[in-house]
Structures are given as C-alpha cells and as structure tokens.
C-alpha cells in the first residue's frame, strides 16, 4: 500500500534557526514526490516537484531533496512568515495524490 | 492566470441532505482532483477526471459522485449527508504533473 510520512508532527523554531522536515515514503511507482504549504482555512500551495534520487529545488528560504526513501525540506534562517503546515505527497497514478500528515512549523520572532 | 475557483466557499447542511459543489480550474488545464480534508484522516484523494472521464477513484462510497463539463469545469455531489462527511474539499488543477489547489469548500453536516 502507498504510504507517505511525515516527521515531526509539529515543530517551532526561532527565527533564524534552520531545520529540516522529513518525508518518507512507500510506493509501488513514484511519479513524482510534491511539497506543499498550507495556512490555515486555505487551500495547499504548490512548493516543489520532485522526481529522482538526488534532484535538488530551491525556493527563497527553502530547499527540497530526494533520495529513493525519502525527502527533506530544509528551511534556511525561517521567518514568521515560514509559519504554516507543510504537506508532502507522492503521485501514485493519474493525478492521485497521497498525502502525509502534514508537520506543524511555528517560527517565532 | 486566474487560479483554481471553488464555490461555494461555506454551505452548512443537515443529514440525510444532498450538496453539489462546484470547481473552475486554471485555464488551460484538462485534469481536475477532488480531495477530501479533515483534522483525523488530513488529505484523501476522492477523483480524478480528464476530458470528462473519470480515470482514477479513491476509496469513498458511493455517495460521492462527480462530473466534468466539456469546459473542464467539474462538480462533486454527496448525497444523504452524514455527519462524519464534514470536511474541507478541495479541488485541484493540472496540465502536466502539478496540481494547483483552490481555496476549499467548508462542509458542515449538522
């Protein structure tokens, strides 16, 4: 069965302090693996497309890596505004996406 | 480019009621995605449809049901509501392999 988790559940930080969200997966052919940004009452907002081992995006503060198991966000020196709920997905077949649960950033100032 | 549009934002119903709900996708863009989102399950994929064929389902019952027009405008209808069908949906667009998400419609069942 496709399986996407995420880790940690929630995470706070304090501006200008980096850090990393994990994003594993299982599935049985990965059509490309997706992050997403969500603020409450909103809709998710597409960040990255991901789709072989070893490809790397950048966006602003953020950074998103593949590997065959998993993939990270790496968020650089976050602000506030980084604060958010963070989605990873995977496409397992005409536009069916599986999603994570979802890991809870809080940056304070 | 205009972005996904989903209406209408907020609808409160009552058991055993029916609900249509209505999505415009980005211009351009053939396939539209139903998902379901709520605080224990998060994000379930309900539909797909391309060209006015559903190609994909998730696992929901029969109750949930959907529909592409030729403009590839897409509805999604529930019927005899119950209260766990309270929930987010949302509506995706895509050309290629990224989907774009609009802004959701809140379901209430009372």
């Known amino acids: 069965e496709d399986q996407v988790t995420q880790s940690p559940e929630a995470l706070r930080l304090q501006e200008g302090e980096s850090s990393s969200l994990n994003c594993s997966y299982t599935?049985?052919?990965?059509?490309?693996l997706f992050w997403y940004r969500q603020d409450p009452g909103k809709g998710p907002e597409f960040l990255f497309t991901l789709y072989s081992a070893g490809e790397e995006k950048e966006k602003e503060r953020l950074k998103a890596t593949l590997t065959k198991k998993e993939s990270f966000l790496h968020i650089t020196a976050p602000k506030p505004e980084d604060s958010a709920t963070y989605l990873c997905a995977v496409n397992t077949g005409f536009q069916k996406l599986v999603f994570g649960t979802g890991t809870r950033l809080l940056v304070s100032p | 480019k205009a972005g996904v549009t989903q209406t209408p934002r907020y609808l409160i119903k009552t058991r055993g009621q029916q609900v249509t709900l209505s999505c415009s996708p980005i211009?351009?863009?053939?396939?539209v995605s139903w998902y379901q989102q709520t605080p224990g399950q998060g994000l379930q994929f309900l539909f797909e449809?391309?060209?006015?064929?559903?190609?994909n389902k998730g696992n929901f019952p029969g109750r949930f049901s959907g529909r592409q027009f030729s403009n590839s405008r897409s509805e999604m209808n529930v019927s005899t509501l119950e209260l766990g069908d309270s929930a987010l949906y949302l509506c995706?667009?895509?050309?290629?392999?990224?989907?774009?998400f609009g802004p959701g419609t809140r379901l209430t069942v009372l």
């Open positions: 211009s351009g863009h053939r396939s």
């Open positions: 449809y391309f060209s006015e064929t559903q190609r």
């Open positions: 599935v049985s052919g990965l059509r490309g």
């Open positions: 995706a667009s895509s050309q290629q392999n990224e989907q774009f």
